[in-house]
T-cell receptor, first 113, second 113 residues
Framework: NAGVMQNPRHLVRRRGQEARLRCSPM?????VYWYRQLPEEGLKFMVY????????ESGMPKERFSAEFPKEGPSILRIQQVVRGDSAAYFC???????????FGNGTRLTVT | KQEVTQIPAALSVPEGENLVLNCSFT??????LQWFRQDPGKGLTSLLL?????REQTSGRLNASLDKSSGRSTLYIAASQPGDSATYLC????????????FGKGTKLSVKP
């Protein structure tokens, strides 16, 4: 039973390029969450999605960031026109519902040069 | 706005000691509370989940308690081992923000052989 799968593990982008981060939730999980972790800081909530719906995007920057969780396929976190400040570890988690534990992937480490 | 605080920020103990990690949260309206460990450069591993109606959960050498009314949780680790060295994160499933998981900054534990 595979856990939460994130790819790529490491991603290097030049300033101004686009970054696409993918997350496949655990089997049977329909809730997906994205978090960002900056060096020496805690995990910050970004967005919470269910299939084809964004439930809460209160943690997403208003510009350049978007997320989707289509009916088929993985959840995608997209960052357009990346800047150096976007360099961080991005973690995806999934759960079966509100009362269920969240399970995290190993993260994607984005470096913007 | 829910805030989660973990004390101490870092802890170093000799192997074999029993230890307690503390977590406090400001808003008692939570669905549940989850403890994780994070190893350097890795994702989060779920340790224990306590529902808001529960007082404690146990798994092996770990015991987590929850006092919702006072906004506190503790993680007790018995007979610590060097392999327990990691950062331990407490997170509450916030009832007031669509069920997002809000994290503390963690306690970095080092168990010396």
């Amino acid at each position: 039973n595979a856990g939460v799968m994130q790819n790529p593990r490491h991603l290097v982008r030049r300033r101004g390029q686009e970054a696409r981060l993918r997350c496949s939730p655990m089997k049977g999980h329909s809730h997906v969450y994205w978090y960002r972790q900056l060096p020496e800081e805690g995990l910050k909530f970004m967005v919470y999605l269910q299939k084809e719906n964004i439930i809460d995007e209160s943690g997403m920057p208003k510009e350049r960031f978007s997320a989707e969780f289509p009916k088929e396929g993985p959840s995608i976190l997209r960052i357009q026109q990346v800047v150096r400040g976007d360099s961080a570890a991005y973690f995806c988690a999934s759960s079966m519902g509100l009362a269920s534990p969240l399970h995290f992937g190993n993260g994607t480490r984005l470096t913007v040069t | 706005k829910q805030e989660v605080t973990q004390i101490p920020a870092a802890l170093s103990v000799p192997e074999g000691e029993n230890l307690v990690l503390n977590c406090s949260f400001t808003d008692s309206a939570i669905y549940n509370l989850q403890w994780f460990r994070q190893d350097p450069g890795k994702g989060l591993t779920s340790l224990l989940l306590i529902q808001s109606s529960q007082r404690e959960q146990t798994s092996g050498r770990l015991n987590a308690s929850l006092d919702k009314s006072s906004g506190r949780s503790t993680l007790y680790i018995a007979a610590s081992q060097p392999g327990d060295s990691a950062t331990y994160l407490c997170a509450v499933r916030d009832g007031g923000s669509q069920g997002n998981l809000i994290f503390g900054k963690g306690t970095k534990l080092s168990v010396k052989p």
